[in-house]
């Protein structure tokens, strides 16, 4: 077997089950950071076995059992130098558990579960709860994580090196929290899976305007949480995924430059992302206890879902929904957002004078967001002079060549200035 195709081969395995894999090495040693380093290295072995002999018939079971031998080696390595280890050393037989007892269907759930918290916990940075997610959950590789975050790949290695060491000195015991203290800890879960699929759909820099892979991977481990939480906020971060989502066919034109929701083409977006997102708000709202921040968001996206245009949209809604946000997760970007909403609900002028007042306070100062929008609110009040400046500072702050590009675009639609002869 050619060695590409036993790299696609344990590529596809890892991808799809590496939460599952380090989940139960995890289990199996009771430490977290030796569970990821030994499952690298059971890859590495994988890359070099399946090359020669082919890929097995069990690849993530043999990927267990690597995995599991090298634990044992290490645990004696460390033995001899340490007595804290020689105990857990013993423990550990060569024989069992095999990779059957390790890959046990009852405790697969608690293990990924276990995982996501422990990736997601809150005595890390949040660029290294990302990475560390992205890394041991989402299965992608250093080279993936840094190309989607462009950075380069040393940097991320060292946030996640960093980051077991600080779970290590914190001794944080690899265990699923007790029931009353999910809710609570699965707000940290939440809000990195939410920053992953944010990237995602509006990429900071590079060249592209989305970064599909980015959203897809935040969607797939909100799919993960749910079933695993049944929490009504993990059903509220799903449908907004599901609902946001929905329109990314349509958010791009055929050369790769941004389309806005007011300009896109409506029966492009994905109707089958669009009764998941539905589904998924209505499931939230079932359980009984309110919707939260991602709940609410979730229902501002539906109500751009069920409108057949722009122009129908529900506006007034969507800004009684943002001061509900505001209260709830007050931040300058839900202000700016309630701006807007007002400008679509009752004219430009009134969100214009919300925009001036955030810039006023000087919020979102060094973003490109604020200035793009009061720009766009000037020139729908035909003040095309102060619009181009401030558009130009919008353009001087963005860092993102497919926006820039669009920025650009509106400049140069700007009627010019009027020569009286």
């Known amino acids: 077997m050619r060695s590409n195709e036993a790299r696609a081969a344990v590529e596809a395995v890892w991808r799809s089950e590496s939460a599952r894999i380090v989940g139960a090495l995890a289990r199996y040693t009771g430490d977290f950071s030796l569970a990821e380093d030994v499952a690298q290295e059971a890859v590495a072995e994988a890359l070099v076995s ?30 001899a130098r340490d007595e804290r280890y020689a105990l857990l050393a013993n423990d ?40 560390l997610t992205l890394r041991v959950v989402g299965g992608m590789g250093t080279e993936e994580i840094a190309k989607a975050f462009l950075v380069p790949v040393p940097t991320i290695q060292a946030r996640i090196t960093r980051a077991k060491k600080t779970l290590s000195a914190a001794h944080i015991p690899f265990v699923v929290p007790e029931l009353p203290d999910i809710p609570e800890r699965l707000g940290s879960v939440l809000h990195v899976v939410y920053l992953i699929f944010t990237e995602g759909s509006f990429a900071s820099g590079g060249d592209s305007w989305m970064r599909a892979e980015l959203a897809s991977e935040a969607r797939r481990l909100a799919r993960v949480l749910v079933g695993l939480t049944h929490e009504p906020e993990a059903y509220g971060l799903l449908a907004l995924m599901e ?10 034109d055929p050369a790769g430059n941004p389309v806005l ?52 949209t529900d506006w007034p809604r969507i800004v009684i929904l943002y001061e509900a946000l505001g209260r709830l997760a007050p931040s300058p970007v839900v202000e700016l957002n309630h701006a807007v909403a007002v400008a679509m609900a009752t004219g430009p002028a009134a969100g214009l004078g919300l925009v001036d007042a955030l810039a006023g306070r000087g919020a979102l100062k060094g973003s490109h967001l604020l200035p793009t929008v009061r720009g766009v609110l000037l020139i729908r009040l035909g003040r095309f002079g102060e619009a181009k400046e401030a558009l130009d500072l919008a353009l001087n702050l963005c860092s993102n060549t497919a926006e820039r590009f669009a920025l650009e675009r509106r400049i140069a639609e700007l009627p010019g200035p009027v020569v009286h002869g």
Not at 115 to 124: D, E, G, S, T, Y
């Open 243 to 252: 609902l946001t989502a929905a329109r990314f066919p349509a958010r791009l």
């Open 50 to 79: 399946w090359s020669v002999d082919g890929v097995p018939a069990e690849p993530v079971g043999w990927l267990l059992t690597a995995g599991r031998r090298r634990a044992i080696d290490a645990f004696r390595r460390r033995a």
């Open 92 to 131: 550990l037989s060569e024989e069992e558990p095999g990779a059957d007892s390790l890959f046990n269907p009852e405790a697969i759930n608690d293990d990924v579960l276990a995982l996501m918290f422990i990736a997601c916990h809150p005595v890390l940075s949040r660029e290294a709860r990302i990475a």
């Open 261 to 312: 929701l007011e300009d896109q083409d409506r029966r492009r977006w994905d109707q089958a992302a669009i009764r998941r997102g539905r589904a998924a708000l209505a499931t939230s709202v079932a359980l009984g206890r309110g919707l939260g921040a991602y709940g609410l968001q979730a229902t501002i996206a539906e109500c751009h879902a069920l409108a057949s245009t722009a122009a129908e």
